[in-house]
């Protein structure tokens, strides 16, 4: 199969931003091209070509608004349903390439107060992904991906350091009919080690936050015709994490929390 087809993006943006005049009017079309064949029974190879387009709303020092992101992706993989197309299997490789990407340069103050700002950073990203889901039987379902990932700006640096390189995420559950349709699950949440330069200090410190993982569970039963009671317990090692090292780095990041439940009927 030959796929093609493309979209066509335009924003226009007026107004006055903290004193300062703001015009600006863009469009872009962005062409799409994929091709998949069937080697096998259930099996399908894929590669596709797109091309990007998304403005922003970040600032530079002197409060402007950033460009549009442009860019290309180039993705290859392989898809297979397996038992009877109960259970989806992929995986995929992929080579993402973005100029004026909006990275994180420092903070300044002006008449309105202080305000962080950003420089344009043409950056590649490469990467593959794995993923599962499905069941593997009638009452026993699992899903599951994993991600690595790697981002270089125009000179080979690594950049956007704060985003995972590496990424895992699992979940399982299972079902006893005989047992008023009792279900049971569980849930992990892993990503690799992450760092951001704190733009508020000088010197270029990195602050770091070191890999974690992160356990879920939950459990439901009918307690009566038409009704269900569910439980759900999420981080249950309790574990301490930032949830964005982004805004970290800004002095605003805040901490995920910390082991909590739910409970419904």
Known sequence: ????????SKFKVTGINYSIPTHRENGELNP??????????????????TSTFNPQGEVDIGRVRLPAIKGTNIEAGIKSELLDKRLYLAAA???????????LAGTAVDANGPYSYYVPVDSTAKGFEIEIAGHLSPVWQVSGGYTGLKIEDKNGKLTRTYQ??????????YRFVDLNNLTIGAQ???QGDTYATLTTLPGNIDFRQK?????DLMAGIDVARGVRATLNLRNVTDKTYITSMAAAASDMGNFAPGRNFTFSL
Do not use: C, M
């Not at 390439?97 to 990275?103: K, M, S, V």
């Not at 890999?211 to 356990?215: D, I, K, L, S």
């Open 93 to 103: 490789v992929f080579r993402t390439r973005q100029a004026n990407l909006a990275e």
């Open 32 to 49: 799409y091209a994929g091709v998949l064949i069937d080697p096998l029974r259930n099996v399908t190879v894929y590669a596709s070509y």
């Open 164 to 173: 995972p390189r590496k990424s895992l995420k699992l979940s399982t559950n």
């Open 1 to 8: 199969k030959l796929i093609v087809g493309t979209s066509y």
């Open 188 to 190: 992990l949440r892993w």
């Open 211 to 215: 890999a974690y993982a992160v356990f």
